[in-house]
């Protein structure tokens, strides 16, 4: 599939791992596309929050101040690669004076100290989730994995992503979809 002779561009779409995709990192995750082109594609995901970083840990590790409401709250595993970068993906409503990237409609993505210190301040964005690490792919491996049905694709929506526990997440996407969870199979076929 190449985007530039016409095929889809995911980006701001939800990848969900199927059933049987051989890679732990990956069982049931959910991906939220944050760039996708013919030169490969990052995604974050989006519903395996860290079992041992909370953000309170992780504010002061990098020495920003921040409140107990924040004390509870996990940081995710945004995926297997740069495991030590930070992402946050969020609402539309923060702008980050650095870098601020528009993914799609309803979320943006910041990858600079700057909002982690406005979250830690109480004026961050309404809506997001922190990140260390993220989901990537070399130029035609992702489209190489949907051919062989390693991901399903679904519409991403702030409800989706924000707003359902990590738990439910998966079966949320394909529900989505219209996909019962029940019948999916770890054998892909062609028709």
């Known amino acids: 599939m190449d ?3 016409g095929a889809t561009d995911l980006t ?7 059933p049987g995709m051989g890679d732990a990192r990956f069982e049931h995750a959910v991906v939220y596309l944050c760039a996708h082109s013919d030169e490969g594609a990052m995604g974050l995901i989006i519903n395996k929050p860290s079992g041992d970083v909370t953000m309170a840990a992780l504010l002061e590790q990098l020495s920003i101040d921040s409140g107990p409401e924040l ?3 996990h940081v995710h595993f945004g995926g297997p690669v740069e495991t030590g970068r930070g992402f946050v993906l969020h609402s539309p ?5 650095l870098t601020t990237l528009q993914v799609a409609d309803g979320f943006h993505m910041t990858g600079t100290l700057d909002v982690l210190e406005t979250i830690a301040r109480g004026d961050g964005p ?3 989730m922190a990140m260390l690490g993220y989901a990537g792919w070399g130029a035609g491996q992702l489209e190489t994995e949907l051919a062989q049905n390693g991901w399903l694709v679904c519409d991403a929506s702030p409800e989706l992503v924000f707003d359902i526990a ?5 079966e949320a996407a394909l529900n989505s979809m219209g996909v019962p969870a ?3 199979s ?5 028709a």
């Open 166 to 170: 990590d738990a439910s997440k998966w």
């Open 186 to 190: 770890a054998e892909g076929g062609t």
């Open 71 to 73: 004390e509870l709250l």
């Open 12 to 18: 701001g779409k939800i990848l969900i791992a199927m």
């Open 3 to 5: 985007i530039a002779t």
């Open 126 to 128: 309404a809506q997001w």
């Open 182 to 184: 029940h019948q999916l």
């Open 93 to 97: 409503d923060y702008m980050s004076g």
